[in-house]
């Protein structure tokens, strides 16, 4: 059985994946905080921490467009609309998690989460692609953060 944190990855996951589509699909009804509630009242008995998955959720949407900035370089031969929903999603919650919970959520685990999304949800080559990516993300703006060396000095 899925940790009580990775099912509500595999929430989350699923609530920015139908949003992003029915946002897409030019749909007017589109509320967030409605997929994400249904989305959790299916789970409830068992995701304890509901706020994790809130805040993975609407921290991703929120962080979008920053997140998308600092992906895009890192993939450049794949411009973000061309990846597929589902990993474009994958590689948003992992890339929240990476950049900003790295104060709960360790780096390694982010991205080991995220590949495991990745193949569960993913085609084929999702796996691998979501991991270059966040290891490249984590080797880049994570280790190498200019605020982490002056820590260490």
Do not use: C
Not at 50 to 78: C, R
Not at 103 to 130: M, Q, R, T, Y
């Amino acid at each position: 059985m899925a940790s009580n944190r990775h099912l509500g990855r595999i929430v989350a996951l699923q609530t920015l994946y139908e949003y992003e589509f029915r946002t897409q699909a030019s749909d007017t009804t589109v509320d967030l905080q409605e997929i994400l509630t249904r989305n959790l009242e299916r789970y409830e008995s068992a995701i304890d921490d509901t706020d994790f998955v809130k805040d993975l959720v609407e921290g991703t949407t929120g962080a979008q467009e920053d997140l998308d900035s600092k992906i895009q370089p890192i993939a450049p031969e794949w411009p973000i609309d061309q990846i597929s929903r589902i990993d474009r999603a994958v590689l948003r919650l992992g890339m929240y998690e990476l950049l900003y919970k790295g104060s709960v959520v360790p780096p390694k685990v982010a991205i080991n989460e995220a590949v495991e999304l990745a193949k569960a949800f993913g085609s084929d080559n999702s796996s691998k692609f979501i991991n270059g990516v966040l290891g490249t993300a984590f080797r880049t703006l994570v280790e190498e953060k200019p605020d982490n060396a002056s820590a260490e000095a």
